[in-house]
């Protein structure tokens, strides 16, 4: 079992960055397929990254594509995401999520994820 604890999240103003973490304890973070979701208020939950446990194999909305990294360090056991050009329809509780088992066709649903954290609030002004 692996819990997840994200940080990062502020208020910001559009144009600029953010990096959010996701730090993870437990057994085996690096078998983990690691996902960054959002959910923005009164929308359902978006994927918005992943990376699969080996690192090589990324994966993104295409809103965020080109704007976006999702990076792992597996020696912190930790997951981030770093958010360039940040716009108002980026803001979200973004969350991340993890899986030992989740096959790609499934890689941008929620509910093939098991583990999740807390959330971190992003706010981004006009």
């Known amino acids: 079992q692996v819990q997840l604890v994200e940080s990062g999240g502020e208020l910001v103003q559009a144009g600029n960055s953010l990096r959010l973490s996701c730090a993870a304890s437990?057994?085996?973070?690096?078998?983990?397929?690691m996902a960054w979701f959002r959910q923005a208020p009164g929308k359902e939950r978006e994927f918005v990254a992943a990376m699969r446990s080996n690192g090589g194999y990324t994966y993104y909305t295409d809103p965020v594509k080109g704007r976006f990294t999702i990076s792992r360090d597996n020696a912190k056991n930790t997951v981030y995401l770093q958010m360039n050009s940040l716009k108002p329809e980026d803001s979200a509780v973004y969350s991340c999520?993890?899986?030992?088992?989740?096959?790609?066709?499934?890689?941008?649903?929620?509910?093939?994820?098991?583990?999740w954290g807390q959330g971190t609030q992003v706010t981004v002004s006009s």
């Open positions: 999520a993890a899986s030992r088992t989740v096959i790609l066709s499934e890689i941008r649903n929620h509910l093939a994820y098991g583990y």
């Open positions: 437990g057994p085996s973070f690096r078998s983990y397929t």
